[in-house]
């Protein structure tokens, strides 16, 4: 864990680092969903498709997850630390810690009480399956083992390279 200075000072690094990625650009967008506007979006696409949105919403956290190991890539020394931040920043997690198989997340946006004990955290599951797929240079699997929806503690996503046992 770090102090919450050097968090701070961490952060508005990431920041301008996000603007220099676009520098010939126009600075950089960001629209807010709340937590509840989330979830009800979720329902939304549960009701017109059911499971079949989970992929879809999956492969959102894909494209998101891009963007964010493309930013941390630029520091490999700090890519997970960075990575963290960001989705910190950008209000994904509360907190999060990568390990070397496993991500777990504290106070993930798409965790929710009311899931019916099913993992919830499907566009996190892309963004934390990009972010290995970019350090690693190789696909990975990733599944939520474990999710805040489901009753337990925190939301825990395993990671392994496609192929192996
Ligand atoms: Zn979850």
Redesign the pocket.
């Known amino acids: 864990m770090h102090a919450p200075l050097t968090t701070g000072l961490t952060l508005m690094r990431q920041t301008l680092y996000m603007l220099n990625t676009n520098a010939k650009a126009t600075p950089m967008k960001f629209v807010k969903l709340s937590q509840s506007e989330f979830e009800e979006i979720r329902k939304l696409y549960e009701g017109v498709m059911s499971q079949a949105c989970y992929g879809l919403f999956f492969r959102e956290g894909m494209i998101l997850g891009e963007e964010i190991a493309k930013i941390a890539l630029q520091e490999p020394e700090k890519y997970f630390e960075i990575c963290g931040n960001l989705l910190r920043a950008r209000g994904w997690v509360d907190n999060v810690v990568f390990q070397e198989s496993t991500a777990v997340?504290e106070g993930?946006i798409?965790?929710t009480q009311t899931a019916n004990g099913a993992?919830?955290?499907h566009r996190?599951r892309g963004i934390v399956r990009k972010i290995y797929e970019a350090q690693q240079h190789r696909k990975m699997h990733c599944e939520?083992i474990e999710?805040?929806?489901k009753g337990d503690k925190h939301?825990v996503f395993k990671v392994e390279p496609i192929g192996s046992e």
Do not use: K, Q
């Open positions: 997340a993930s798409e965790a993992a919830t955290c996190l939520e999710c805040v929806s939301c």
